[in-house]
């Protein structure tokens, strides 16, 4: 797997013979000593410069542990350098090197050598670079991958890079990684044991712990952007597709219509098809615009005191499957609200329950713990546990709800319009025993 990083691989091919020491830096992790070592060495070879013509030295191997004495690297070197040809000195985590602002300084009095380097953030900021070389070096900063740079190694579909690429970044090791939990624990470790150490001693971080608590905060923040981001994603990805069924329909009906003449019948019942289809889209459409609504404006709508007995058995009065009890007379319990958002937050409440039980669906409102609270229990499929927090999330369908038609609305914009109002909505539910929705709104 070759990643692509023409653009400071280019970069470095201009600046060859310059004279000046090119100094290749950026956060650790980034590519430099794969840049440097691989690619750039690489466009060497092809060039046709021999290879004991290219000095390679890593400092942070073990091995070359002896090569961090100044007069050591500068003995080394010059015993290499046996010839009149060009040479090319790769200097790998230069800051190793002790006074290596000196040896690189006189590595440019050698008259057949051409300097790269690379190095830690620790050491080498552009600032750095300008005081200490003056005017000697000359900076390549490298960054993480960009996207095209990501997916020119990525194997896999663009969607699949891109998320990988939005939730863990461009670091070039990413990529050989299998799992999630993987680059999640790469990423972590990297931060808490690398990035901060940088950052601690090049400004001598005195009270780490206020530097630990403010990245805790910032950690805090960019989660709750990135959910919010991720839920987003998912509503407009949910919604499209929502509306994308029915506009399907409506157009397959269309042009079969057009294709061939039909019989008056056969056109009446197309046509109920595409008046079914346009109902569709437009309950559809209201429930999104209910839903992308502020609360702020849902509160200026009307409201007046409704009473919960007389709402609750008009509502069951509608639905033979619907049996309604309460221990409260007309008058005692009531809230105040908007009439028609209530009565649709409640509606859908109970067409779920009816939708998903072949059962009678019981429903009842009284008073607990000084509340008033309505029970809609039904005896269908139920709700898989470990599914039941997700069932208030836009578009979001139970795993044994996909027989049935639907579009995951319902219920997260009865939790939206409820909420304006001061209800709360709990689940309970067991598979293939009973689903029990209970609204609790406080006793003003």
Same mark, same amino acid.
Not at 143 to 166: I, Q, V
Not at 168 to 177: A, D, E, Q, R, V
Not at 191 to 199: E, G, L, T
């Given at each position: 797997?070759?990643?692509?990083?023409? $653009?400071?691989?280019? &970069?470095?091919?201009?600046?060859?013979?310059?004279?000046?020491?090119? $100094?290749?830096?950026?956060?650790?992790? *980034?590519?430099?000593?794969?840049?440097?070592?691989?690619?750039?060495?690489?466009?060497?070879?092809?060039?046709?410069?021999?290879?004991? %013509?290219?000095?390679?030295?890593?400092?942070?191997?073990?091995?070359?542990?002896?090569?961090?004495?100044?007069?050591?690297?500068? #003995?080394?070197?010059?015993? +290499?350098?046996?010839?009149? &040809?060009?040479?090319?000195?790769? /200097?790998?985590?230069?800051?190793?090197?002790?006074?290596?602002?000196?040896? /690189?300084?006189?590595?440019? %009095?050698?008259?057949?050598?051409?300097?790269?380097?690379?190095?830690?953030?620790?050491?080498?900021?552009?600032?750095?670079?300008?005081?200490?070389?003056?005017?000697?070096?000359?900076?390549?900063?490298?960054?993480?991958?960009?996207?095209?740079?990501?997916?020119?190694?990525?194997?896999?579909?663009?969607?699949?890079?891109?998320?990988?690429?939005?939730? !863990?970044?461009?670091?070039?090791?990413?990529?050989?990684?299998?799992?999630?939990?993987?680059?999640?624990?790469?990423?972590?470790?990297?931060?808490?044991?690398?990035?901060?150490?940088? $950052?601690?001693?090049? %400004?001598?971080?005195?009270?780490?712990?206020?530097?630990?608590?403010?990245?805790?905060? =910032?950690?805090?923040?960019?989660?709750?952007?990135?959910?919010?981001?991720? #839920?987003?994603?998912?509503?407009?990805?949910?919604?499209? %597709?929502?509306?994308?069924?029915?506009?399907?329909? $409506? @157009?397959?009906?269309?042009?079969?219509? /057009?294709?061939?003449?039909?019989?008056?019948?056969?056109?009446?019942?197309?046509?109920?098809?595409?008046?079914?289809?346009?109902?569709?889209?437009?309950?559809?459409?209201?429930?999104?615009?209910?839903?992308?609504? @502020?609360?702020?404006?849902?509160?200026?709508?009307?409201?007046?005191?409704?009473?919960?007995?007389?709402?609750? +058995?008009?509502? *069951?009065?509608?639905?033979?499957?619907?049996?309604?009890?309460?221990?409260?007379?007309?008058?005692?319990?009531?809230?105040?609200?908007?009439?028609?958002? =209530?009565?649709?937050?409640?509606?859908?409440?109970?067409?779920?329950?009816?939708?998903?039980?072949?059962?009678?669906?019981?429903? *009842?409102?009284?008073?607990?713990?000084?509340?008033?609270?309505?029970?809609?229990?039904? !005896?269908?499929?139920?709700?898989?546990?470990?599914?039941? &927090?997700?069932?208030?999330?836009?578009? !979001?369908?139970?795993?044994?709800?996909?027989?049935?038609?639907?579009?995951?609305?319902?219920?997260?914009?009865?939790?939206?319009?409820?909420?304006?109002?001061?209800? &709360?909505?709990?689940?309970?539910?067991?598979?293939?025993?009973?689903?029990?929705?209970?609204?609790?709104?406080?006793?003003?």
């Amino acid at each position: 797997m070759e990643i692509r990083r023409d $653009i400071y691989l280019n &970069k470095l091919i201009r600046k060859k013979g310059n004279g000046l020491i090119k $100094i290749v830096t950026g956060i650790r992790r *980034c590519g430099k000593s794969y840049l440097l070592f691989r690619l750039f060495h690489n466009h060497l070879s092809e060039s046709g410069v021999d290879n004991a %013509h290219i000095i390679e030295i890593a400092l942070d191997d073990r091995m070359n542990k002896s090569l961090r004495d100044p007069d050591n690297m500068l #003995a080394y070197i010059h015993k +290499r350098i046996n010839d009149d &040809k060009q040479y090319y000195i790769l /200097l790998d985590e230069v800051q190793l090197l002790n006074e290596f602002e000196d040896v /690189l300084n006189s590595l440019l %009095h050698i008259r057949n050598a051409d300097v790269y380097v690379t190095g830690s953030n620790s050491k080498f900021l552009s600032y750095d670079i300008i005081t200490e070389f003056r005017g000697r070096g000359d900076e390549i900063r490298v960054y993480p991958l960009s996207f095209r740079e990501y997916m020119s190694a990525y194997n896999g579909t663009r969607d699949e890079a891109w998320d990988d690429y939005f939730n !863990y970044g461009g670091l070039p090791l990413i990529l050989s990684m299998p799992t999630d939990e993987d680059k999640a624990n790469y990423l972590s470790g990297l931060f808490k044991k690398v990035y901060i150490s940088d $950052i601690v001693d090049r %400004h001598k971080v005195r009270n780490k712990d206020e530097l630990d608590e403010l990245i805790r905060t =910032l950690n805090d923040m960019l989660d709750r952007v990135d959910t919010a981001f991720q #839920a987003e994603k998912s509503f407009i990805s949910n919604a499209s %597709h929502e509306l994308n069924n029915p506009l399907t329909a $409506i @157009q397959g009906e269309c042009e079969i219509s /057009l294709l061939k003449e039909r019989s008056a019948a056969e056109y009446i019942e197309s046509l109920q098809r595409i008046s079914t289809e346009s109902k569709r889209i437009i309950l559809l459409i209201k429930h999104l615009l209910f839903l992308s609504r @502020q609360d702020k404006e849902l509160l200026q709508n009307a409201r007046e005191q409704i009473d919960l007995v007389v709402l609750l +058995r008009d509502l *069951c009065l509608q639905y033979p499957q619907v049996a309604f009890s309460t221990e409260l007379a007309e008058g005692q319990a009531h809230i105040t609200a908007n009439y028609h958002l =209530l009565r649709v937050a409640l509606q859908n409440i109970i067409d779920n329950a009816r939708k998903y039980s072949k059962e009678q669906v019981e429903i *009842c409102v009284g008073m607990h713990d000084g509340n008033w609270v309505i029970e809609v229990e039904d !005896y269908g499929i139920g709700i898989p546990e470990d599914e039941i &927090k997700h069932i208030f999330h836009s578009f !979001y369908r139970a795993s044994n709800t996909r027989e049935y038609a639907g579009q995951g609305i319902g219920l997260s914009l009865s939790m939206k319009i409820l909420a304006v109002y001061g209800g &709360k909505i709990t689940i309970n539910s067991q598979v293939n025993k009973y689903t029990r929705v209970t609204v609790t709104f406080a006793r003003v």
